[in-house]
């Protein structure tokens, strides 16, 4: 069984950064690929960024190109987003997730941390 669970959430003013961490248990986690995704008040969710476990290769949702960093500690089980220049329109719950097969679904969720961006 994998558990996710994310950290780092909170309140920043617009400019500022944060840095999200989604700590992954379990005996053996090997994945195809881990995610970000968000989603906002009355919106749908959004992918934030995707990066293939292994060879660490990341993609970025348009909205957030330049401004956010997917990254991974593959020891410690670990994946993170660096979010700089954040602007009041990042304000949402951010969910890391994974899949194990490159044909597969993302069916492990963590629960989600909030962040806020104030103007």
């Known amino acids: 069984q994998v558990l996710l669970v994310e950290s780092g959430g909170g309140l920043v003013q617009a400019g500022g950064s944060l840095k999200l961490s989604c700590a992954a248990s379990?005996?053996?986690?090997?994945?195809?690929?881990m995610g970000w995704f968000r989603q906002a008040p009355g919106k749908e969710r959004e992918v934030v960024g995707r990066?293939?476990?292994?060879?660490?290769?990341?993609v970025y949702g348009d909205s957030v190109k330049g401004r956010f960093t997917i990254s991974r500690d593959i020891t410690k089980k670990t994946l993170y987003l660096s979010m700089n220049s954040l602007e009041p329109e990042d304000t949402a719950v951010y969910y890391c997730?994974?899949?194990?097969?490159?044909?597969?679904?993302?069916?492990?969720w963590g629960q989600g941390t909030q962040v806020t961006v104030s103007s």
């Open positions: 997730a994974a899949r194990f097969f490159a044909t597969a679904l993302y069916n492990y």
């Open positions: 379990g005996r053996t986690f090997n994945p195809y690929e």
């Open positions: 990066i293939t476990w292994s060879g660490g290769f990341a």
